[in-house]
């Protein structure tokens, strides 16, 4: 399988519950990145991980943590999500080549789209 | 900072027509510019780039876009409509910073749904 693949597809969880958004890329990009996208709005940056390090953290609430274990997946946990929360999760990843280079080239998944009751 | 803004937040034009979108920047350093496209359920696929090489751009599906730094504009734009143009547009802007070795993230615009008619 290519690109970047998000599982599940949909997601419908109560406000109570803790689920988890994954994200998979096999284009061997060294950074990842969530992004949120609600209607009427643009979206939004959530999280970057380059080389599995978190470098950049958008005021995201605590109801969202983000998890890298290596370079080809990252994942988003969530607990405790408001009805605000719902909305389309996108993953994303890119190609850092060192020395401040990159390739500008981010490649989407799909999106995870949740629902929060 | 950067920011992007797309003008119109839905575009109608007949098939065959011609397909413009707006797209305006704002950035204190040269930008790297960005076309994205999103089909309904579908994440954002890349349809041209513009990294400070040639100003018009040339991507996928026959769209291509002009860099103009004296209006601060990338424009999308396409000879002659399809129906299977029809989906949302997002404008991103981000840059890179030889000097401090720094690379920004991408920001996107609002988007701008596109609708093709018979």
């Known amino acids: 399988e290519t690109g970047v693949t998000q599982t599940p597809r949909h997601l419908v969880m109560g406000m109570t519950n803790k689920k988890s958004l994954k994200c998979e890329q096999h284009?061997?990009?060294?950074?990842m990145y969530w992004y949120k996208q609600s209607a009427k709005k643009p979206l939004e940056l959530m999280f970057v991980?380059?080389?599995?390090?978190?470098?950049e953290n958008n005021s995201v609430p605590s109801r969202f943590s983000p998890e890298c274990p290596n370079s080809s997946h990252l994942f988003l946990h969530l607990h405790t999500l408001q009805p605000e929360d719902s909305a389309l999760y996108l993953c994303a990843s890119s190609q850092n080549l060192g020395g401040g280079r990159s390739n500008y080239g981010y490649t989407f998944g799909s999106g995870t789209r949740l629902t929060v009751v | 900072a950067q920011s992007v803004t797309q003008l119109g937040s839905h575009v109608s034009v007949s098939e065959g027509a011609l397909v413009l979108l707006r797209c305006n920047y704002s950035s204190s350093v040269p930008p790297y510019l960005f076309w994205y496209v999103q089909y309904p359920n579908q994440g954002l696929q890349l349809l041209l780039k513009?990294?400070?090489?040639?100003?018009l751009v040339k991507g996928i599906n026959g769209f291509e876009a002009e860099f103009k730094k004296s209006e601060t504009s990338f424009h999308l734009t396409k000879p002659s409509a399809h129906m299977s143009d029809a989906a949302e547009y997002f404008c991103a802007v981000t840059f890179y910073s030889y000097n401090g070795g720094s690379q920004g993230n991408l920001i996107f615009g609002k988007g701008t749904k596109l609708s093709v008619k018979p």
């Open positions: 513009y990294t400070s090489a040639a100003t």
């Open positions: 284009l061997g990009h060294n950074a």
């Open positions: 991980y380059s080389l599995e390090e978190r470098v």
